[in-house]
Structures are given as C-alpha cells and as structure tokens.
C-alpha cells in the first residue's frame, strides 16, 4: 500500500535549511494499522503528509498504491487523494457555517456535482459514529469527542482505503481518545482500512498492530504490538 524509499524532506527557511526527514525507508501493506510516535519535531507530520499525498519529497521514492505520487500533475494528486486517502487532523478542522451532516458532505460538494446522492451514506457513517441525533447540529453545539468524530465521518465518506490521522486525539479527555482509536481500529478490522495514525501517547499508540518511532527525522524503531 505504502512505501518509502530513502525519503528526505528538506523544509528551504530563508538563507538556511531543515532537514525535516533523513532517509525514511518504509513498508505499511494494505490492512496495516501502524502508528506513529516520537517527539515533537522529530518528523511525524511531515511524513504523513507525504504518504497522504499533501507535499513532495525532496529526495527518494514515495509510492502509494504502486503510484510514484510526486510524478503525477497537481490535478491528478488532487483526485488521487480525494479518492483513495481520508484524513483525520488534530483540530477538528470542521466547517462552523455547516452541520454535521453538511460536515461530512464537504468531499463529495468539492467532487461531484450531485452530491446529494450521497446524503443517506452520509447519514449512515454518522450514524454508525453514535452521530444519529447531531445530524444537523452545527459543530458549537457539540462536544469535542463529537467533533472528532464527525471528522473521522467526512474522512470516510470516499470509502478510501487509506486512512490517515494526525494526532486526531490530542483535544480530545482520555475516555473519548480510546474510543475515537476503538472506531479506527474497528474500521480496520471490518473493513480492512490501512490505518496510519500519528499519536504522543503510548498508550494509544499501542492499540495499533506496529508501532514506527520516529526521531530527529529518521526511524529510531519498530515495533510489533
Ligand atoms: N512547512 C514547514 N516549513 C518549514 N519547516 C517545517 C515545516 N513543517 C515542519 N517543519 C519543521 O520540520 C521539522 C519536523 O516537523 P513535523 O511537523 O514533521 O514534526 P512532528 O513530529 O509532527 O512534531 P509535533 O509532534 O510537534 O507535531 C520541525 O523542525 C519543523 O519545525
Ligand atoms: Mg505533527
């Protein structure tokens, strides 16, 4: 599904330079849930972004799905992204002039033109989220774990097979955290999404098949859980 060859990301700052990533090798095969972890700075984002096709390496290979990403035309990365990857980020990152429903429509309005089709698969994912009765609420009158998962609902709505998060837990208290990663792992099993998942907390983390650490820009190590 995903992998890494020699990646770097050089971040150019001015007159000097960050190397963001130093020679990422990696393999996540389709139906993985892996996590990743490490300390802030050490990468994680910006390897994330990468896989979900939203910024290019500067150096080595990313291919998604056999694509070599970098080499397709912002056009088709855009489509190839809207169709094959959902993404989940840290702030809920929800429309606050729309509702929930409306929320996870937002894909299918920017893709396709009778997005209305899609309103009763929208119903469905909220409603399998425990989202039934906040259908038309607006996302200030829902709590954060609410939120979040109205973000993980628009995430879904492409059916995609890669599902990415961004520490989509970090607003979150410790009870709606482990239920927001018991929905990713659910998925994963049920419909054998590939998860990749960015967290700080071990814990967390732990709930994932295999766990890639991360630190100052390169795989410190792995590991099985
Ligand atoms: N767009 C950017 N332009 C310049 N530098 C950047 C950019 N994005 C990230 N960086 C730098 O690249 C390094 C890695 O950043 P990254 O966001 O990947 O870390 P992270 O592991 O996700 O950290 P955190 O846990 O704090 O989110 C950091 O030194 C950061 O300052
Ligand atoms: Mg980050």
């Not at 955290?177 to 960015?198: C, D, G, H, P, W």
Request: proline fraction near 3%; glycine fraction near 8%; charged fraction near 25%.
């Amino acid at each position: 599904m995903i992998k890494l060859r020699n990646v770097h990301k050089i971040y150019p700052m001015g007159g000097s330079s960050i190397h963001a990533l130093k020679g990422i090798d990696l393999k996540i095969a389709k139906g993985d849930f892996v996590s990743i972890m490490g300390p802030s700075g050490s990468g994680k984002s910006t390897m994330l972004h990468l896989i979900g096709v939203l910024d290019t390496q500067t150096k080595g290979t990313v291919l998604i799905k056999d694509t070599e990403v970098a080499k397709l035309s912002d056009e088709e990365r855009t489509s190839f992204r809207l169709k094959e990857i959902g993404f989940v980020f840290q702030f809920y990152s929800l429309l606050p002039e729309l509702t929930a429903l409306e929320n996870v429509l937002l894909p299918k309005m920017m893709s396709e033109k009778n997005h209305d089709d899609y309103r009763s698969s929208a119903k469905e994912i909220l409603m399998s989220l425990g989202l039934g009765e906040r259908l038309n609420n607006y996302p200030h009158q829902l709590s954060g774990g609410e939120q979040q998962r109205v973000g993980i609902a628009r995430a879904l709505i492409n059916s995609p097979e890669l599902l990415l998060a961004d520490e989509p837990t970090a607003s979150l208290d410790s009870k709606s955290a482990a239920n927001v990663i018991s929905i990713f792992r659910k998925l994963n099993e049920e419909s054998k999404q590939t998860v990749v998942l960015i967290t700080h907390e071990q814990d967390l983390g732990k709930m994932a098949d295999r766990g890639i650490f991360l630190r100052d820009g390169m795989i410190e190590k792995e590991k099985n859980f």
